[in-house]
């Protein structure tokens, strides 16, 4: 069974659980008659299992029968993962595929979070669609498997659920690709929002991920917008492969430039001693990594 390390409150009573699940199904858009049906669940579920953190230690396999016994019982459950009420394994979070199914709960709970990632969102340029999946598919897995909300992520929290999502046995190789992609987003709006200190670096086996998201590694807004606006030109007349390849040699790059050149905010400043210093004195650290290697094989495309 795998258990990430979670922030968890003191536990509630069975009446207080049920009296702050039914005062959060007020802010839900359901239907009195639905709203009805689900604390009528959660009373059943919590009348056979009025300990939810030791019903929690049951094995997962009678966990699942009994969610799928009293079917009202998974928001319950989820509701006090998000909250913090309940340590829930990461094992049950990637068996019942938590993501979506908890979206709406997470939107209600923690309304002020998401409108700061949205706007973090808006500020990198995102389309709308994949905000709302990366908001919709990622925040509530990692909320709910580290009991931190959203603008409590720790870079620690987003490292931890990435482990666990690669070692899971309940996810295949494409949900697994999917949901660290989407983490990995959602790592980048943390960034933006100053959430976390240390934007994400893009690396084989997170999956795909974005023009936006590999170049997130370039300090420089500027030069930052350059590269993306250059890639996606590119993206007309080059192959997908030599996009990614030309992607990760321009993140190499800004990268370099970001670490040895912090004050550098445009490439119309770019002078040939940023990339050959020759006296001493202003040569990069010995090591460092000018990103030039990776990139003479686009220089030609």
Request: with cysteine; hydrophobic share 45%; net charge positive.
């Amino acid at each position: 069974m795998t258990t990430l390390p979670l922030a968890t409150r003191p536990q509630d009573r069975p009446q207080e659980l049920l009296a702050a699940y039914a005062q959060h199904c007020t802010l839900l858009s359901m239907s009195p008659t639905s709203a009805g049906d689900r604390l009528a669940g959660a009373r059943r579920f919590l009348g056979e299992y009025p300990d939810l953190q030791a019903w929690m230690g049951r094995p997962l396999a009678a966990r699942l029968a009994d969610l799928a016994r009293v079917k009202s019982a998974w928001p319950l459950v989820g509701f006090a993962a998000l909250t913090g009420r309940a340590r829930v394994d990461f094992d049950l979070l990637a068996a019942r595929h938590v993501g979506r199914s908890f979206a709406g709960a997470a939107a209600a709970l923690f309304a002020e979070d998401l409108t700061t990632l949205r706007a973090a969102a808006a500020r990198l340029g995102w389309a709308g669609p994949w905000t709302e999946t990366v908001i919709g598919e990622a925040v509530p897995l990692a909320v709910a498997a580290t009991g931190h909300r959203p603008s409590a992520l720790s870079e620690d929290d987003i490292d931890q659920v990435r482990a666990a999502v690669r070692t899971s046995a309940y996810y295949t190789p494409a949900v697994r690709r999917s949901h660290l992609s989407h983490l990995h987003s959602l790592a980048r709006l943390l960034y933006e929002a100053r959430i976390i200190d240390t934007p994400p670096i893009h690396r084989r086996g997170q999956g795909p991920g974005n023009l936006a998201s590999r170049l997130s590694v370039v300090a420089a807004p500027a030069i930052r917008e350059v590269m993306l606006t250059y890639l996606q030109a590119k993206q007309a007349v080059v192959k997908v492969s030599s996009i990614r390849n030309l992607a990760s040699h321009l993140a190499a790059f800004g990268e370099f430039l970001t670490r040895a050149y912090p004050d550098l905010s445009r490439l119309v400043d770019l002078r040939r001693e940023h990339i050959r210093p020759t006296p001493r004195s202003s040569r990069p650290a010995a090591g460092a990594d000018n990103g030039l290697a990776r990139t003479r094989s686009a220089r030609t495309r």
